[in-house]
């Protein structure tokens, strides 16, 4: 996008600075909007498994619903507790929807059409998930309220011990493409199964790390089932008890935002990205936009979470810390054992 | 002209934060300015052109490290005057730690500046493996020049690891710990069972 600022007489640092700035809003922008519609997907989805009709007044059935609740909380009272820890209680939330937003800057639409093609990709993103905890826990002490605090503790034990098993399954992901860049991730993925499928999901050494990525993906957003941090049957909200007006819609924002990331990522690392899911050219099937495939995998990867949500009752806290370092960490970690050593011997050769 | 504004920027939070830590009256405002701290210091290593280092640094050290002083110092009930209180009778080994630091500081510029040690000389080969990027030329000198210094640090890592669980972990005899396999393998039939107590009878358990 910087050459055509340049072409239009811009000097170069000007021209990358109005690339950058638009690429950054040309993500955010239909993001948020993404984000606004996925809410009223995920509550449609969930109405319809529990046999009701879900929102359908706000405009036609009910399209407009995400908007109503944003304007709603636009215009209520910012409350915060007096005996709150003023400034970080403030800052909580925006940190939360910032980290939300920043993973989305590597993230490849199409061939090329990613905001920042760094070769560190897929370790920015982790870096940047390990962020995410900051904003519960700060929010939680902050509040200086007893069931925001059990929140947050439970959200740093729980986010960290997921973050482990996810890092083990990412180096499955980047042992066979060889490249952490998340462009070159996508394209490893061409024709990987027998040259006809597009995605790593076909392999059988990473069909299981991607069922483990799916639901350390659940349990890392402290989405449904895994949704302790919000418990109300124990913690009335969780860490956003004391929350109301924009400070809450930023939490609700950012959360859904962060459900889209992981959803993302399975298209990205398990099933093609941008790719089309198979390889041979059925209808004029590479004619259709990379960035339509990307967005069909990230509603199917939705709807799955949002599936999840309406038939699975809530994990106890044990068993979720059970889940994740005896049954998921030893599992990713025989895998990388087992995924480098197959490579040893297919793509290697044997020798080091 | 933005790496410069970029390098000020970063190095002038790094200290501003770096003296916040010190400085900050109550305990979990300290380990938050830390962790603004590591992640300006991540700032200047991605200027660096260190892209690897700098994730591992918020990965390591603001993902998980920070994460767990702030758990810590949260639940921590802590009294600040009884922590002011033992200022004066420590002021003098502080000040004495302090000195040594900047005498290590004044001689570390003043060798820096009498120019650098020839440890090594760089082989041509080496620098190809440096033009590449940040995680090849690691892996490249970890396992391939270092391997055996690198495993042996993962060893000794692993025997601490095992150790302090080993030395930590008691056996309690007491507590009745939740066996899954057992209760999965569980069935209606053994759980429950049909009882028809006659009128005035109750039920024998």
Same mark, same amino acid.
């Given at each position: 996008m910087t050459e055509t600022f340049v072409n239009w007489g811009l000097s170069y640092d000007w021209a990358w600075f109005l690339a950058t700035v638009a690429g950054i809003l040309l993500i955010a922008l239909p993001l948020m909007l993404g984000v606004a519609m996925i809410i009223y997907a995920d509550r449609k989805i969930w109405a319809a498994m529990a046999l009701r009709r879900g929102p359908n007044v706000v405009g036609p059935w009910g399209l407009l619903q995400s908007f109503a609740d944003g304007l709603k909380v636009f215009l209520q009272e910012t409350i915060i507790p007096s005996a709150a820890n003023k400034g970080l209680f403030l800052i909580a939330p925006i940190i939360t929807f910032t980290v939300a937003l920043l993973a989305w800057a590597v993230i490849p639409f199409n061939s090329g059409a990613?905001?920042?093609?760094?070769?560190?990709?897929?370790?920015?993103?982790? $870096?940047?998930?390990? &962020? +995410?905890? #900051?904003?519960? %826990?700060?929010?939680?002490? @902050?509040? !200086?309220?007893?069931?925001? =605090?059990?929140?947050?503790?439970?959200?740093?034990?729980?986010?960290?011990?997921?973050?482990?098993?996810?890092?083990?399954?990412?180096?499955?992901?980047?042992?066979?493409?060889?490249?952490?860049?998340?462009?070159?991730?996508?394209?490893?993925?061409?024709?990987?199964?027998?040259?006809?499928?597009?995605?790593?999901?076909?392999?059988?050494?990473?069909?299981?790390?991607?069922?483990?990525?799916?639901?350390?993906?659940?349990?890392?957003?402290?989405?449904?089932?895994?949704?302790?941090?919000?418990?109300?049957?124990?913690?009335?909200?969780?860490?956003?008890?004391?929350?109301?007006?924009?400070?809450? $819609?930023?939490?609700? &924002? +950012?959360? #859904?935002?962060? %459900?889209?990331?992981?959803? @993302?990522? !399975?298209?990205?690392?398990? =099933?093609?990205?941008?790719?089309?899911?198979?390889?041979?050219?059925?209808?004029?099937?590479?004619?259709?936009?990379?960035?339509?495939?990307?967005?069909?995998?990230?509603?199917?990867?939705?709807?799955?979470?949002?599936?999840?949500?309406?038939?699975?009752?809530?994990?106890r806290y044990d068993q979720l810390m059970r889940l994740g370092w005896k049954v998921f960490l030893p599992i990713s970690l025989l895998f990388v054992v087992l995924v480098s050593g197959w490579l040893m011997i297919t793509r290697y050769g044997g020798v080091a | 002209m933005i790496q410069v504004l970029a390098f000020y920027l970063f190095a002038a939070l790094t200290i501003a934060s770096a003296v916040l830590v010190i400085s900050a009256r109550n305990p979990v405002h300290s380990v938050l300015w830390l962790i603004v701290a590591f992640f300006n210091a991540a700032g200047l290593m991605v200027l660096a052109g260190a892209e690897f280092i700098a994730m591992l640094l918020v990965i390591v050290y603001v993902g998980a490290v920070a994460v767990l002083f702030l758990f810590v110092v949260m639940m921590l009930d802590i009294d600040f005057s009884e922590l002011r209180a033992g200022f004066v009778r420590n002021f003098p080994l502080g000040l004495l730690i302090a000195l040594v630091l900047l005498a290590e500081l004044v001689f570390g510029i003043g060798a820096y500046q009498a120019g650098r040690i020839e440890l090594a000389t760089g082989t041509a080969d080496q620098v190809t493996a440096m033009a590449d990027s940040n995680i090849a030329a690691i892996g490249q000198v970890l396992y391939g020049q270092y391997l055996f210094l690198f495993e042996s640090a993962g060893i000794i890592l692993l025997v601490a690891m095992i150790g302090a669980i080993v030395l930590t972990h008691r056996d309690r005899k007491d507590t009745r710990p939740q066996n899954i396999g057992k209760q999965i393998r569980r069935r209606p039939g053994e759980a429950t069972r049909n009882v028809k107590p006659e009128i005035g009878q109750g039920v024998q358990l």
């Open positions: 990613v905001l920042s093609d760094i070769n560190v990709g897929l370790l920015y993103v982790l $870096a940047i998930s390990s &962020l +995410g905890v #900051y904003g519960v %826990v700060i929010a939680g002490w @902050a509040s !200086n309220s007893k069931y925001p =605090f059990f929140s947050a503790m439970r959200a740093a034990a729980q986010m960290i011990s997921y973050e482990v098993s996810i890092g083990f399954i990412l180096i499955c992901v980047v042992l066979y493409a060889g490249s952490f860049n998340m462009n070159a991730i996508v394209e490893a993925q061409r024709g990987h199964g027998f040259g006809i499928v597009n995605g790593y999901w076909f392999n059988l050494l990473l069909f299981p790390m991607w069922v483990m990525f799916l639901i350390s993906g659940m349990a890392e957003t402290a989405r449904a089932p895994f949704d302790l941090t919000e418990a109300e049957s124990e913690l009335v909200a969780g860490y956003q008890t004391e929350y109301s007006s924009m400070a809450f $819609a930023l939490y609700w &924002l +950012g959360e #859904y935002a962060n %459900v889209l990331l992981m959803c @993302a990522l !399975n298209a990205v690392l398990f =099933f093609g990205g941008w790719l089309p899911p198979l390889n041979i050219d059925l209808i004029p099937w590479f004619e259709i936009p990379g960035v339509v495939w990307l967005l069909l995998k990230i509603l199917f990867f939705f709807f799955i979470f949002s599936w999840v949500k309406a038939t699975v009752p809530r994990y | -």
